[in-house]
């Protein structure tokens, strides 16, 4: 149980054009879910967190209007590069937890992103 | 303000032998720990979790880990390590008042040598 879902795996693109990235909770319903880019050989970087059906919470110096979320249901989550740039480029994970308060994240697989 | 310490970038061992991958952090009250394993261009697995009550917790693959409340620290052994095992690992804690974000460590990349 508790598998989640990441949608596309890779995906490389051109430089200006937007990007879609899925994140689903396959057997069970996801309340939260949250986005994280990783660096090369670096930790992961918490970006957002999105609750179902409210706008996602931003963390300091990740731009919002860059990085879209939407937390339409409790299984889907998405995630949009918006006029992508190579500085872009990266690995992007997402996770999700049952209720509010849940202290355990499941992570997807994550999609690698390469802008050109 | 919360913080994982990783102190080992990357720790070579032999099959067979013991491995202890060291974790400290910073965090004002009882925190919530989590050891996670990464495997190469894959998303996290949980391997354990601390949240209360024993302090030695048993996690998946033969993992343990100890917390130790006056050390500051929550870190991860196995007495055997497998070829399998080679990976990137993250110590975590969670934060926040709803205990729901995370911060990660800096990882330790785990060699096996044969």
């Known amino acids: 149980g508790a598998v989640v879902s990441q949608h596309p795996s890779r995906v490389i693109c051109k430089s200006g054009t937007s990007v879609k990235i899925e994140c689903r909770s396959l057997?069970?319903?996801?309340?939260?879910m949250f986005w994280y880019r990783q660096f090369p050989k670096q930790s992961l970087m918490l970006m957002a967190t999105?609750?179902?059906?409210?706008?996602?919470?931003?963390e300091q110096g990740v731009e919002k209007d860059k990085f879209l979320i939407n937390h339409a249901s409790l299984t889907l989550s998405t995630l949009t590069v918006t006029s992508a740039h190579p500085e872009d480029s990266s690995f992007y994970i997402c996770?999700?937890?049952?209720?509010?308060?849940?202290?355990?994240?499941?992570f997807g697989a994550g999609t690698r992103l390469s802008v050109l | 303000a919360q913080s994982v310490t990783q102190p080992d970038i990357h720790i070579t061992v032999s099959e067979g032998a013991s491995l202890e991958l060291r974790c400290n952090y910073s965090?004002?009250?009882?925190?919530?720990l989590f050891w996670y394993v990464q495997s190469p261009g894959q998303g996290l697995q949980l391997l354990l979790k601390?949240?209360?009550?024993?302090?030695l917790v048993q996690g998946i693959k033969g993992f343990e880990a100890e917390f130790k409340r006056s050390q500051s620290s929550f870190n991860l052994r196995k007495p055997s390590v497998h070829w399998s095992d080679a990976a990137e690992y993250f110590c975590?804690?969670?934060?926040?008042?709803?205990?729901?974000?995370?911060?990660f460590g800096s990882g330790t990349r785990l060699s096996i040598r044969p």
């Open positions: 996770s999700a937890s049952v209720g509010t308060g849940s202290h355990i994240q499941y």
């Open positions: 057997d069970f319903q996801a309340t939260t």
């Open positions: 999105s609750n179902e059906g409210s706008k996602a919470t931003y």
């Open positions: 965090y004002g009250a009882t925190p919530y």
């Open positions: 601390y949240f209360s009550g024993d302090t």
């Open positions: 975590a804690v969670a934060r926040g008042s709803s205990a729901s974000k995370i911060i």
